[in-house]
């Protein structure tokens, strides 16, 4: 059989040649085109987004007494070790005076007059500190009635509670700082009357022994630290930010205390920025100004003792519903910030406008919407149009 006046063999082999060289050219054609770039991909979503200063900190017994030796003299050997409990009262040490002559006389009596101004000062102290809190919890009691009925914002009622607890720790602080003026008129009394006989040096407060710098039997000069006195169930947090983080915290922000070895982080509150910096040395050997920062725990410290270690986290900024992309998508161009939005398997980029910030994620005011699927961390390949095999 012909076709054309060619045989159906030869057409049949014309053809096969035909597709054959068809099918490779579409091969070639298909081994040069670009290949989809892959790139890790994540969509924009809204959420919580919680701004925080992190630093080191540790935790401190709240008030802490340092004991010494109101005379000079030879101190007996102390038996009292690191956490035997005390009371008010307990001889921590007992102190043999050297003789007096009459300078030394005459100091003691001076010190007397002190350590009564002292006493009369901490007193005033006191009674101011408990009108204070008493005035703080009848403004806490108007304001938790009237949140009742709605009739001021919770934050109202928030701060009214934080300055009715923080007057009650100031009036606890200032019995205590009472207590120990007491105590002092004592021991400078003591210290003018005794002739030879051993001065019983008492503990100032309730607590526990923090610490003992040196038990064994020794002379001591006047003002010689002999026991260190306080309560470690009343702890407080201590932090010291940059001088340049400390302008972003208030007093009553809210801290996250993390890294203390437990598995869940304990709420606590900011209570005191210090006023004044102080120079501290970094691991790298650079100066940087720090300033102190005190919080108090709203958790149980549970088992955290004095001077133990922490994590703080202290919350300068926080919302809910923010449209938020993770910082790995954001990059520079100039002064704007830039990202790529996965379309129909194309990158394109997009301008966007930044607001706060987290090491994680990135507050967007504008620019893209929620829903559209950015790529992270892209790669100098990634360019507006490439074709690119977006994965979660």
Known sequence: MRIAGIPVSRW???VAVVATLVAIVAVIAWSLMPR??????????????TVTIDEDGRARVRDRYVVASPVAGRVARIALREGDAV???SVLARVFPAPLDPRTRDQAAARIDAADDARRAAEAGVAQARAAHEQAHRSWERARQLATQNLIAPEERERAELEETTRAR?????????????HEVELARAA?????????????VAGRVLRV???SERVVLAGTPLVEVGDPSKLEIVADLLSAEAVQVRPGAAILIEGWGGSEALRGRLRVVEPSAFTKVSALGVEEQRVNVVGDFVDPPGPLGDRYRVEIRIVVWQRDSVLTVPTSALFRRGDAWIVFV???????????VVGHRTPLDVEITGGVREGDVV???PSDRVAEGVRVDARP
Do not use: W
Not at 170 to 182: H, P, T
């Open 36 to 49: 989809p770039i892959p790139v890790e991909a994540a969509a924009i979503h809204r959420g919580r987004l």
């Open 375 to 377: 790529i992270r961390y």
């Open 12 to 14: 049949i082999k014309r």
């Open 170 to 182: 100031e009036l606890e602080s200032a019995d205590f700082r009472a207590q120990a003026a007491v």
């Open 192 to 204: 003018l009357s005794a002739d030879g006989q051993p001065i019983a040096i008492r503990s100032p």
């Open 87 to 89: 009371r008010p009262g």
């Open 342 to 352: 996965v379309e129909q398997g194309r990158a394109r980029q997009r301008d966007v």
């Open 213 to 215: 710098p040196e038990p």
